[in-house]
């Protein structure tokens, strides 16, 4: 079964840097486009970042600048580096898995609480 596994959240205060890890237990990871994903308190689950498998990547609006996705094919881990944190970017952050078009799947992690104090 597969499993990601996230890690690196925790308390920060506002302006400070988070750095989250993503763990992918098979060998799917080369080829799934990774994405991290969070959801705050009474709103819906929002896209963060993207990295394909070929490495390109994709950001919301709001994390341009700030948030970089990265990843380590020989690790089987997706990180994000988050700067200037801000308390509105309180969230849980979700790690997610998709296998390409000859062989879908959509995996999640169980989520990272990242908390920014004003």
């Known amino acids: 079964q597969v499993q990601l596994v996230e890690s690196g959240g925790g308390l920060v205060q506002a302006g400070g840097s988070l750095r989250l890890s993503c763990a992918v237990s098979e060998s799917i990871f080369s080829i799934s486009d990774m994405g991290w994903y969070r959801q705050a308190p009474e709103k819906s689950r929002e896209l963060v970042a993207q990295i394909t498998s070929g490495g390109t990547t994709t950001y919301a609006d709001s994390m341009k600048g700030r948030f970089t996705i990265s990843r380590d094919n020989a690790k089987n881990t997706v990180y994000l580096q988050m700067n200037s944190l801000k308390p509105e970017d309180t969230a849980v952050y979700y790690c997610?898995?998709?296998?390409?078009?000859?062989?879908?799947?959509?995996?999640w992690g169980q989520g990272t609480q990242v908390t920014v104090s004003s």
């Open positions: 997610n898995a998709k296998g390409p078009w000859y062989r879908p799947y959509n995996y």
